[in-house]
């Protein structure tokens, strides 16, 4: 039997399950002599997970049939009972998960359904697997470190802003769509206050109803209270050095909440930032920074992926994108055209 085809459609069905966040986005197919009798992904946070909705649309169809999900089934009882008692009651015979949970409140499912007699075998197309489960299989279990995707825009020259000052979009209309997208899929939104200051973003998601947490590295609380990302949507954050003006710190407490950490350099210290945020609960952090912030961040080295969106423009004068990083070890892990610019995906090694 080809157990990679039918993983891949549990695959499939699991990039519909945007709704399950915080939990994972997990597919289910339940197969028997060689056909799909029924599939499911989590559909919303709190409701039944993937494979007790697969296992009630076959009914008693499920007993001597294989499933196939994309993350190890849970043993806990969370807002829903565990998925190994369902598997266990309607008498599935086997069980192929792409990935184990790394969870340690929820993993050692496939342990218990081995002591009920049921074979498990672990690892099908897990690496597929793992891009939809790419914020949930996270740092934040054991060290409380959200991932954290760097994403810069620069021109075929190398530069990310303009040298006059002046706000203008790098960038094609496809890559802006591609941010939104990218900004929906992360808990939090992070930039420096030099960004703030030249461009004024807002940092939210145009259409769509979850938005991002807004995140503004602000060492001296520059900002002003009328910045645009202290918008309607969502919530911001701003985290300063604790020797920050205690006045400015009222006067902006009043559109965000303000957060004193530890001064590093010029600015505040991005290790402690980073920590809190994952104490937050917060898994994953998209940064959208200038030069600056991002030349720190790749030096230390505080990233997991890095997404350079590369324009067919050029520049006569500007400010690289990048500027004394140093050894900084990545791979390309994919490449694609986008209108006119092309994007490349870079995770650090």
């Avoid at 056909?35 to 993937?50: D, L, P, S, T, W």
């Avoid at 990233?303 to 140093?326: H, R, Y």
């Avoid at 990545?330 to 986008?338: D, F, M, P, Q, T």
């Amino acid at each position: 039997m080809n157990h990679e085809k039918f993983m891949k459609k549990a695959i499939l069905l699991a990039k519909k399950a945007k709704a399950a966040y915080p939990n994972p986005m997990v597919g289910a197919v339940i197969v028997k002599e060689g056909k799909v009798i029924a599939q499911a992904y989590h559909e919303k946070f709190g409701e039944k997970h993937a494979e007790a909705i697969a296992i009630e649309k076959c009914g008693e169809k499920a007993r001597g049939s294989d499933l196939y999900v994309t993350l190890e089934p849970c043993r806990h009882h969370g807002k829903q009972p565990p998925c190994t008692n369902a598997i266990i009651k309607a008498g599935i015979s086997r069980v192929f998960v792409a990935s184990p949970d790394q969870n340690p409140n929820a993993s050692g499912g496939a342990k218990i359904l081995r002591k009920h007699g049921i074979k498990v075998k672990m690892g099908v197309c897990e690496k597929e697997a793992n891009k939809e489960l790419y914020f949930y299989i996270t740092k934040s279990f054991f060290a409380k470190k959200p991932k954290i995707t760097i994403k810069i825009a620069i021109t075929k020259d190398g530069f990310s802003t303009y040298g006059n000052g002046k706000r203008k979009r790098i960038s094609g209309k496809k890559a802006f769509k591609f941010t939104q997208k990218l900004r929906g899929e992360h808990d939090a939104v992070l930039t420096g206050i030099g960004t703030i200051l030249k461009d004024d973003p807002r940092l939210d998601v145009r259409k769509g109803k979850k938005q991002p947490l807004r995140i503004v590295l602000d060492s001296h609380l520059k900002i002003s209270p009328k910045a645009r990302v202290f918008g309607k949507k969502g919530r911001t954050i701003i985290f300063c050095a604790k020797n920050a003006s205690k006045k400015k710190e009222e006067e902006l407490s009043q559109k965000a909440a303000v957060v004193k950490v530890k001064k590093s350099g010029s600015g505040v210290d991005l290790g402690e930032v980073f920590k809190k945020l994952g104490q937050m609960g917060i898994r994953s952090v998209l940064v959208e920074p200038g030069p600056v912030l991002a030349s720190s961040l790749v030096h230390k080295r505080l990233f997991d992926k890095l997404i350079l969106i590369i324009s067919a423009k050029k520049i006569a004068k500007g400010k690289p994108a990048l500027q004394k990083i140093g050894k900084t070890n990545v791979r390309l892990e994919n490449a694609k055209k986008i209108g006119s610019d092309t994007i490349l995906f870079l995770v650090k090694t």
